[in-house]
């Protein structure tokens, strides 16, 4: 969430920043309900004020054996209108807190404007597309029965896949390396998190409101199933007071993603590029705030050594202000080559959030020169999208016979298999 003291104080400007995001703040709106607000909680207060002042003169009265019957009739009324405006002001404060939880975070200064993804930024390339002597077969060619997408709609419907045997293999050994290279070359934590959370947490980590079509939830009970395990780990943090020595905190974080994926119906229906059920490694940083954006590089980093390791073509991006996600002050896409496509495609996506996150779950260290709790940054990256890892995989290392050939890097977890 935004810091409502800055609002409160330009509405104008945020709303500018916002529009440039695609979002419109109703100034205006905001104003007169400020407004009210004000006025409500000064006469909120009066009668409080009030209502003491004759609950302490019904006590004197007693005392001194006077006639209490209209003081007690004062101090019934007052309270009747103090539970009135009560009332009233907490009917604005939520209307209010519905208008601030909706406002996506501000872009930071170095955001390139841009009104889609077609305006973001390419900043680097690494590797050279492969060049094949033969027309170069996508994933659901190369994966034959052991991608098994009937199967799969049998059992749940569109948008589902069957790995067996090798591809199976060769999803989980993308898995293990990288979980293994965060953990023992890059610094993180490993943790092991539930996929299914309240809505407490997901409002926490910005996916709701924005998020609610997208989102799978459990009947009968408040949980939801994870879009992301940002969520679960970012929550780790949610209404916690840090020591600032503790601070960089860096998790990482094997999980699969549930998503409904709502408004792409149409787009990339083909294969596994796009579906319900995905699995992720996901990097999570909670940092001190003048440590976030070396940090983001840092992380950007630790998801393009996956990729280098793996000899996979790739570019990295800027993404634009209209282009970021709803809490997101900067992010850059990794976008990986697939040859079967003849494009590059999103494999990893790596942002700031600042203390938009840490404010909505009240994350914060304790500082150490004032030790007052500040709000943490929070960051996080794909390292890597697992299901789109293998189909880069599949797809790079093909040969002309439709055989796909193992990453050296890969071949301790593959149990001696070089060749699918």
Known sequence: MLEIKLIREDADKIATQLAARGFTLDVEALKNLEAKRKTIQVETQKLQSERN????????????????????????????DLKTAEVALEEIQQALHTIYAACPNLPHASVPYGQSEEDNIEIRRWGTPGSFEFTPKDHVELGGIHMDFESATRLSGARFVVLHKKIARLHRALTQFMLDRHSEHHGYHEVYTPYLVSAECLYGTGQLPKMQDDLFTVADTDLYLIPTSETSVTNLVRDQIIDSEQLPLKYVCHSPCFRKEAGTYGKDMR???RQHQFDKV???????PEGSYQALEEMVGHAETILQLLKLPYRVLTLCTKDM??????????????????????????????SFQARRMQARFRHPETHKPEYVHTLNGSGLAIGRTLIA???NYQDAKGRIHIPEVLLPYMGGITVI
């Open 53 to 80: 002042q004759r609950s302490k003169a019904v006590g004197l009265a007693k005392t001194a054996g006077l006639d209490i019957e209209p003081l007690l009739a004062d101090v019934a009324r007052l309270g009747t």
């Open 271 to 273: 294969g596994m590029l």
């Open 282 to 288: 996901e990097m999570v940083q909670i940092v001190a």
């Open 325 to 354: 996600g709803f809490a997101a002050a900067k992010t850059y896409d990794l976008e990986v080559w697939l040859p079967g496509q003849d494009r590059y495609r999103e494999i990893s996506s790596c942002s700031n959030t600042e």
């Open 393 to 395: 995989v599949m797809e």
